[in-house]
């Protein structure tokens, strides 16, 4: 059983930065993969950037050079760094975790407003 909690989302002007957390709790150490996901109103969830436990990194086409991902063990903690947002990037959005069960976790996601 995992646990996912994001924070960090709120309202941001174009061309602004945020940086979205999540933090995991339970057992930890059977997640494999953590990544983030994002869904618009009237729009399918899709893929933003995944994370494995080897440190490999995978980015939608959409966000690549802008956010990066990145995590600190110790904190069992992942992060969304978002630069140069744009207003497209309004969504919820979630972080998700893959264990060795091929169970799947979800938080409950976090709203990223980006104003023009």
């Known amino acids: 059983q995992v646990q996912l909690v994001e924070s960090g989302g709120g309202l941001v002007q174009a061309g602004g930065s945020l940086r979205l957390s999540c933090a995991a709790s339970?057992?930890?150490?059977?997640?494999?993969?953590m990544g983030w996901y994002r869904q618009a109103p009237g729009k399918q969830r899709e893929l933003v950037a995944t994370?494995?436990?080897?440190?490999?990194?995978n980015y939608a086409d959409s966000v690549k050079g802008r956010f990066t991902i990145s995590r600190n063990n110790a904190k069992n903690t992942v992060y969304l760094l978002m630069n140069s947002l744009k207003p497209e990037d309004t969504s919820v959005y979630y972080c998700?975790?893959?264990?060795?069960?091929?169970?799947?976790?979800w938080g409950q996601g976090t709203q990223v407003t980006v104003s023009s």
């Open positions: 998700n975790a893959d264990d060795w069960s091929k169970h799947n976790y």
């Open positions: 994370l494995t436990r080897g440190g490999s990194t």
């Open positions: 339970g057992n930890i150490v059977s997640i494999l993969a």
